[in-house]
């Protein structure tokens, strides 16, 4: 007789890499896809092969060669040695994601911002915001004003294909333009999550739950938050809280200090 065995692995294999929703019936579709695949292979394979099948237990290599290549990548974004590279945490429809804001400056004759990655109005204005917000801070930050007069600025977001908005990348944005600036990398393991004002106030967000999982996923053991979420950390899974210490903040200079002050630049 013929019985499918799929190790834990092979099954968060799975799941992390051939469905993205926030519930189950892409994964239905898809352990339906893999069976069937299965038995066909069953069906078609002498007896030798056959009996190999029926005692073997699928590992992610397996599920792999079955249902072909992963459509879904959720490795950590490499690049966080550079100046300029942070961790944002977004809500989507299918759950929470990561967001990976990269900033670098160039030559110019005048500073300007420019912007890409397919951002929504929303975004882009919190872009703006950030980056006014920094330039009227540039002495306790410890950046030379002259610095705009001859480089411009630019901002994107990776995975320009799809569509982003919302304002609760402005503390991201604010982070991601500081480290460009100052010349000083953003540590891989810490994300951010807040919208800012021009008064560096940090407003609260929605779906922390869903950005908490996102980020407990891809290795981050420290978020900074809106202080006014912190009520909402009740929602957040025990296991998370564990893996993830959450940094409540009502002024962005909190994580300023908590990331820059007093770090060498590269």
Known sequence: PFSLKVSPAATEFLIEKYT?????????????????????????SDEDQQKAMANKTLKPADVQEIMGTPP?????YQGNDFAGVVNGLAWTAVGGEMLFIE??????KSGRLSITGNLGNVMKESALLAFQYVKSHLDELGVDHRIFEHW??????????????????????????ISALSHKPVPANIGMTGEITLRGKVLPIGGLKEKSLAAAQ??????????????NLIDVPEEVKKE?????????????EAIFKGKPSK
Not at 218 to 231: A, H, L, S, W
Request: glycine fraction near 6%.
């Open 103 to 108: 900033s670098n400056i160039s030559r110019a």
């Open 152 to 177: 411009k600025l630019h901002l994107h977001f990776p995975e320009g294909a799809v569509p982003k908005d919302g304002p609760s990348a402005g503390v991201t944005f604010t982070t991601s333009i």
């Open 244 to 256: 993830v210490k959450f940094i409540p903040v009502k002024y962005y200079d909190e994580i300023y």
């Open 72 to 76: 879904y990548n959720r490795d950590a």
């Open 218 to 231: 891809f290795g981050i053991k420290k978020i900074f938050i809106p202080y006014d979420n912190e009520r």
């Open 20 to 44: 993205r929703e926030s519930g189950v019936r892409q994964l239905e579709k898809q352990i339906a896809k893999l069976v069937r695949k299965i038995v066909l292979n069953y069906q078609i």
